[in-house]
């Protein structure tokens, strides 16, 4: 895929995420992975999911992490203009966890019926399967605690480990540098769209 597709799919995986909203949300680098001069930066300032620069915004991130950037960032709606903390996050309708031990079958379909977004983070287990982000899309919005205790459930559901509101992931149509050969990180299910929230 070049840096237009991965681009592009990132952009429908936003817009399907958070449709007719104007998330704004935590993001951070890894420069230098595994190197004696690694750094770790966290945003000076909100990723804007949104508008009609989400697409320039979406190709600097591909062309950054092309050039061995990790970018991350955190699927939770946070106020103020930085930073990470379980006080700035707002109510959401986004749950997440990770399955780094892949899915089974039965969980796999199980989370299609639901309309789950599945991206797959670039990783395989030691089967060879690879290793998914799940996000699912609420009704409503769930305040902190809500949204953890949704989060833990996932999280146990297909046997994942994450479920904290502050997670940072990986953005789909970047590379994972933490394996050989930097794969690319990629929507493998996006839900058909959702009409614009109205509340």
């Known amino acids: 895929m070049d840096i237009e597709a991965r681009t592009s799919q990132s952009v429908k995986f936003f817009q399907n995420l958070w449709p007719g ?3 704004r949300l935590a993001q951070a680098e890894i420069h230098n992975r595994n190197k004696s001069n690694q750094t770790f930066l966290e945003g000076k300032r909100r990723f804007r999911a949104f508008g009609m620069s989400l697409e320039i915004h979406l190709e600097e991130v591909m062309a950054k992490s ?3 950037v990790e970018m991350f960032y955190c699927p939770t709606l946070m106020s103020g203009d930085t930073g990470r903390k379980k006080f700035q996050v ?3 309708r986004v749950v ?6 892949g899915l089974t079958p039965t969980v796999h379909a199980r989370l299609v019926s639901l309309g789950a977004c599945l991206v797959r983070s670039g990783g395989k287990t030691e089967e060879g ?7 699912l899309r609420l009704t409503r919005d769930a305040d902190l605690d809500e949204l953890e205790k949704i989060n833990r459930g996932l999280k146990i559901y ?11 992931l990986r953005i789909p149509g970047t590379r994972n540098h933490k394996y050989k050969g930097s794969p690319l990180v990629r929507s493998s299910v996006t839900p058909p769209r959702p009409p614009p929230r109205t509340s």
């Open 66 to 68: 092309e050039d061995g």
């Open 21 to 23: 909203q104007k998330p």
């Open 96 to 101: 997440f966890s990770d399955a780094d031990y």
């Open 158 to 168: 297909i046997n994942g480990d994450k479920f904290d509101a502050t997670s940072l």
């Open 129 to 135: 399967q690879p290793k998914y982000h799940v996000y």
């Open 90 to 92: 707002m109510p959401s």
